[in-house]
Structures are given as C-alpha cells and as structure tokens.
C-alpha cells in the first residue's frame, strides 16, 4: 500500500519519541525488509537474463500501486524500473490509468530518455521484448492473449509475475520461462542471509527477544516454501 512506509515511519518516530529504540529498531527492520524486496526483484531479473539486461527490452506491465488506481505513491514499479534502468536495460511501459507525465516524473527521466518507452496497450510493450514484469494486478492482464504475445518476443521469453496474478503453469505450457514472486529457495536464501545481518545488529543492541520475533515471523511466511531447510536453521536458532 501506497500508506505502508508512512505508517510504520510513524510508528518509528513514535517510538523514539516516547524512549523505546528498540522497538523502533524492530519496526524499522520492517522498512528495510520491504526496501529489500524491491531491489531483489530486480537483481532477481538481471541474474535470470543471463546476468544482464544491457540494451535489452523489458515490457513493464502496470506501475501504479495498486489496480483501480492512478497512485503510484511508493509503487515498487519505481524502484524495480530504477534498478533496471541503471543495469541499461530498455523498459517499455503500459499501465491504464498511469500517465506518461507521471510515470516520467516518478522515474525522474526526460521524454528523451532512450531507455525508457511508455506504450499505449501490453501489445505493444512486449512487443520483441526478452522479458515481461507483470507489477499491478490489473484485471485486463489476466484477459491477455498470452500465445500472441510469446510469439512476438525474443525467444527464450520470460515472465515475472510480481503480483502472482496469472496462472504460471499454463504461461509454461506456451512456452514462457514464467516464475512469481515469493516462492522458490533462491527468494529464501536471500531473505536468510538479510535476516542474518538483521539478527546481528539486533545482537549487537542487545534486544534478542525483537530478532527472535522478528526471525519467526520470516519462518511462518516461509512455511509452504519447498525447501525448509534455512528457515529450520533459523528457528533452532532463536
């Protein structure tokens, strides 16, 4: 939500106001983790291209917050478009309700920025693209001609889906390389080795009891994970 950060940014303040830095520290943890995933989206995609994105087309589909909305307050589409536009990749752009004006002044380019086009339909963005991010659930994506679509990228195509919106298994029967977010054990191990340095600072402050609650509740959004391994160690730990 577009309110997530500014709510818990005030619950930090508060917390310092009031003399409580450990809380404060834990719920600050909780900013850090959210700011984690959205660069590890990205890096997520790189490392899947075969470890770069350089002058490669990227079809960005959708970049408000949410659906039914024009609010891209602290949408991840901005921090995800950032990453890849750093790593000089080409992003083409559709999302409904979004303007190019906004979706410009979000990413804080020019409207001569070649790495970045903004597309009138999901047609068009992924036209010859290696590669699909699928970042607000609109209801249209899930009506898209997904076959048409696989045959006019560059081939092998891939599909992102950051809002675990569509259905992955048939996307692979087209013959897309499709994957959503927050599953697998690549996305475990990462979240694990945040934790770790999490749990040292914590150490460091001396507030074990925050780092073990904050520990059990990645282990409970881990828990249908496919491999448990990392997130048992983490338990036994705490």
């Not at 490669?56 to 901005?78: H, P, Q, V, W, Y």
Request: proline share 1%.
């Amino acid at each position: 939500l577009s309110c997530f950060q500014k709510d818990i940014l005030n619950l930090v303040y508060l917390c310092e106001h009031f003399g409580l830095p450990e809380v404060a520290a834990y719920w600050n943890g909780v900013i850090e983790m959210n700011d984690f995933q959205k660069h590890r989206f990205a890096r997520r995609v790189v490392s899947t291209l075969f470890n770069t994105v350089s002058d490669k087309k990227i079809a960005i589909l959708g970049f408000a917050f949410k659906k039914d909305t024009n609010d891209t307050r602290e949408s991840a589409a901005i921090y995800i478009c950032r990453d890849l536009i750093d790593e000089q990749a080409n992003v083409a752009i559709y999302d409904p309700k979004v303007s190019e004006r906004q979706i410009r002044q979000d990413l804080k380019v020019a409207a001569d920025e070649a790495h970045v086009t903004i597309c009138d339909d999901a047609y068009a963005a992924t036209q010859d693209a290696h590669a699909i991010l699928i970042l607000t659930e609109w209801d249209e994506f899930t009506a898209l001609d997904f076959k048409r679509i696989h045959d006019q990228m560059q081939q092998p195509a891939f599909l992102f889906d950051g809002r675990n919106l569509l259905d992955l298994e048939a996307l692979n029967q087209i013959g897309f390389e499709a994957s959503g977010i927050g599953q697998g054990l690549g996305m475990m191990l990462d979240a694990g080795y945040w934790m770790s340095d999490k749990i040292k600072d914590f150490e460091e402050m001396e507030v074990w009891q925050d780092a073990r609650q904050l520990a059990v509740h990645v282990y409970s959004d881990f828990h249908s994970a496919k491999d448990f391994s990392f997130c048992d160690q983490i338990k036994r730990a705490v």
